[in-house]
């Protein structure tokens, strides 16, 4: 899942009918048709209907259901580029679900790893996105901001509670930070 940014309000939003539309555009951005082309070519072709407007309860703006696609928190979305990121990150998820047999979300080093490669490889931390969170680091805001956004989805995985997800996080990060495919460096 990927955590609502802390600009969004949680009573702002569009309808479900303006994020389908939104969706339909953010299909058309270079990085989701990259994704897209790259989560066929390893055998996991997706479709137009794999992606769904919801309204969601918690502060998230989407997320990855295994098997089934992705959802947009309609209820959470006010721009186009929040339903772009959203997208992007769980596209993803998506792509390492494809090319990992044996991917287990409830397992807290697959679930640490994943968000490590989503937060990483979809500008979830750019530093304007940070600035605009509140966060102004100028050195190093990006790990930090991945980590935090990893604790933060990792906390709401029973299976990852408590300091063990800390220590989840930190046993992957190094192999899971720096494994950028299907890109072949961080963008």
């Known amino acids: 899942m990927e955590e609502i940014d802390a600009f969004s309000s949680a009573d702002a939003g569009k309808t479900l009918k303006d994020c389908e539309r939104m969706i339909q ?3 058309k951005s270079p990085m989701v048709k990259f994704l897209r082309e790259h989560l066929e070519k390893a ?9 769904k407007a919801i309204n969601c309860d918690k502060r998230y703006a989407g997320g990855y259901i295994s098997g089934e696609g992705i959802v947009v928190c309609a209820n959470r979305m006010e ?7 959203a997208i992007t990150h769980e596209l993803i998820h998506a792509f390492d679900d494809c090319r990992a047999a044996n991917l287990d979300w409830t397992e807290c080093a697959h679930h640490a790893c994943s968000e490590i490669r989503a ?3 979809s500008g979830d931390c750019h530093f304007k996105r940070e600035l605009l969170r509140g966060f102004m680091n100028i050195r190093g805001h990006e790990q930090e901001c991945i980590k935090r ?7 709401s995985n029973p299976y990852c509670s408590g300091s063990t997800a800390k220590d989840y996080m930190e046993s992957v990060w190094d192999v899971c930070y720096n494994d950028t495919a299907p890109f072949d460096r961080a963008p």
């Open 25 to 27: 555009t953010s299909l």
């Open 149 to 155: 956004r990893v604790l933060t989805s990792l906390s």
């Open 43 to 51: 055998g996991c072709p997706v479709q137009d209907n794999f992606f």
């Open 79 to 85: 721009v186009q580029d929040n339903v772009n990121q």
């Open 119 to 121: 937060g990483h490889l």
